[in-house]
């Protein structure tokens, strides 16, 4: 469930930190790991992680606050939640970051922000049909099962039915 805008503004920062900081932490200790020198493994490594990786961190902070910033405002100025304001707003976010490098890397930033976006959406549209088309079908299978269940259970009530009348004609002979 998602929040309202205001809470969502700071989760997504909150969560865009937290993968950012995962992320970059990952990639710190294996590269570290890897171009240390022999007796200092350890050592390098920890002082490339402490120094890189909450940047990084912040870095995705920043972008997930300006994304969801903006995505909630389109939200409201348009007064309509569909997939047009997240991508909207990937492009937009991607222009605004980039706009320090002028007009054509803020194009392009946008451009990249946008399709980026749009293919996380479709992938989402995608899982999502994919899914409730396996609810519908688990809930038809188990609509099938149950009046597989109650037609059994019925014929064996009239089974139990048929030998109780039997039983009692043997009685009355």
């Given at each position: 469930m998602e929040a309202p805008c205001p809470d969502k503004i700071w989760q997504d920062a909150g969560g865009a930190f937290g993968i950012g900081y995962v992320l970059m932490g990952t990639i710190n200790l294996i590269t570290g790991l890897r171009r240390s020198p022999k007796g200092l493994k350890l050592e390098f490594t920890a002082r490339k992680m402490r120094s890189k990786t909450?940047?990084?961190?912040?870095?995705?902070?920043?972008?997930?606050?300006?994304?969801?910033?903006?995505?909630?405002?389109?939200?409201?100025?348009?007064?309509?939640?569909?997939?047009?304001?997240?991508?909207?707003?990937?492009?937009?976010?991607?222009?605004?970051?980039?706009?320090?490098?002028?007009?054509?890397?803020?194009?392009?930033?946008?451009?990249?922000?946008?399709?980026?976006?749009?293919?996380?959406?479709?992938?989402?549209?995608?899982?999502?049909?994919?899914?409730?088309?396996?609810?519908?079908?688990?809930?038809?299978?188990?609509?099938?099962?149950?009046?597989?269940?109650e037609e059994e259970k019925k014929a064996r009530e009239e089974s139990r039915k048929q030998k109780k009348k039997q039983e009692k004609e043997k009685r009355e002979m």
């Open positions: 909450p940047k990084f961190g912040g870095n995705f902070a920043i972008w997930g606050t300006l994304f969801s910033g903006i995505d909630c405002s389109l939200a409201y100025i348009r007064k309509k939640e569909d997939t047009v304001n997240p991508i909207a707003a990937g492009a937009l976010t991607g222009a605004i970051l980039a706009a320090r490098g002028g007009w054509k890397a803020s194009t392009q930033a946008a451009a990249f922000g946008g399709v980026f976006i749009g293919l996380i959406e479709a992938f989402q549209h995608m899982m999502q049909r994919k899914m409730q088309q396996q609810h519908e079908e688990q809930q038809r299978a188990m609509i099938e099962e149950r009046k597989k269940y």
